[in-house]
Every structure is written in structure tokens, then in C-alpha cells.
Nanobody, 122 residues
Framework: QVQLVESGGGLVQAGGSLRLSCAAS????????MGWFRQVPGKEREFVAA????????MYADSVKGRFAIARDNAKNMLYLQMNSLKPEDTAVYYC???????????????WGQGTQVTVSS
């Protein structure tokens, strides 16, 4: 099993940056593909970014491509999401998640964190 805890959310002005972190517990972290998702009230959870177990391959939603970067440190059991050039439409609760296979689909992920709020003001 993998337990996930996100941190780093907050309030930032449009154009600013934030770095989200996801701390994983469990000795099998390195064998999981990891993803970031976000959700606003009344809408479905939305894919943001994902990364392979080695970190050699990543994928992004079109809405964040070129602005966000996903990374992981398997030695520290950590996942990161660097968010630059933030826009008000990036406002959401951000979740990290672990899956056996790399996927954009929330139902393919087996473990989820509790989420961290990101608010971007205009």
C-alpha cells in the first residue's frame, strides 16, 4: 500500500508560481506511476500530469503543458508539481495519486492523497 500526503498549496496571484509536494509512505513507491489531478466543486476530477516510475517519461494535460512540470525523487519517496505562470482557471484542489500503469484516467489510480487547495487570484 501507499499513503499519500500533499502539501504546498496556497493563494497566489496570476502569473505566479507554486510547487506542490506529495509525500509517499510505503516501500513500493518507486514501482508506481504517479499522477496529479485537480478538481473544482461541481466538476469531475481532471488529469493534470503523470510520470513513469523512473521519471523518464511524463505527460501533461494540454491546459498546463509548458507551464507545469512533474518530477519525482524515489530515494525520498516524493512527487512534485512545479506550477508556473498560474492562471485563475488553475484554481482547484490538487491531488496526487498512484497507479500501476501510466494513465490520464482517475479510475486507473489506486491510491489518492487528501488534496491541497490552490487558489489563483486575478
Amino acid at each position: 500500500q501507499v499513503q499519500l500526503v500533499e502539501s504546498g498549496g496556497g493563494l497566489v496571484q496570476a502569473g505566479g508560481s507554486l510547487r506542490l509536494s506529495c509525500a509517499a509512505s510505503g516501500r513500493t513507491f518507486s514501482s508506481y506511476r504517479m499522477g496529479w489531478f485537480r478538481q473544482v466543486p461541481g466538476k469531475e476530477r481532471e488529469f493534470v500530469a503523470a510520470i513513469t516510475w523512473s521519471g523518464s517519461s511524463t505527460m501533461y494535460a494540454d491546459s498546463v503543458k509548458g507551464r507545469f512540470a512533474i518530477a519525482r525523487d524515489n530515494a525520498k519517496n516524493m512527487l512534485y508539481l512545479q506550477m508556473n505562470s498560474l492562471k485563475p482557471e488553475d484554481t482547484a484542489v490538487y491531488y496526487c495519486a498512484a497507479a500501476i500503469s501510466l494513465s490520464r484516467v482517475p479510475r486507473d489510480y489506486d491510491y489518492w492523497g487528501q488534496g491541497t487547495q490552490v487558489t489563483v487570484s486575478s
